[in-house]
């Protein structure tokens, strides 16, 4: 189930990196205003650094049972 976790978080974040321009487009038209590429990148690397987070915590027990 972490796996499939990490997985998700991080294919996420690659698909808002590569297509930033239509997904700040679109959050630019439900939230008003103008949002650059630059702030999807950002939220794409996020993504991938809780990838990264959960492999950390699993690695530590924070999932044990």
Do not use: K, T, Y
Not at 2 to 18: C, N, P, R, S, T
Not at 24 to 35: F, K
Not at 36 to 49: D, K, N, S, T, Y
Not at 50 to 62: E, Q, R
């Amino acid at each position: 189930m972490v796996w499939i976790a990490v997985a998700v978080f991080a294919l996420l974040g690659v698909i808002f990196i590569v297509r930033r321009n239509d997904l700040a487009r679109a959050q630019s038209l439900v939230a008003g205003g103008n949002l650059a590429p630059g702030c999807v990148i950002f939220e794409g690397i996020i993504l991938i650094a809780m990838a990264i987070a959960v492999v950390v915590a699993w690695h530590l027990g924070a999932f044990a049972q």
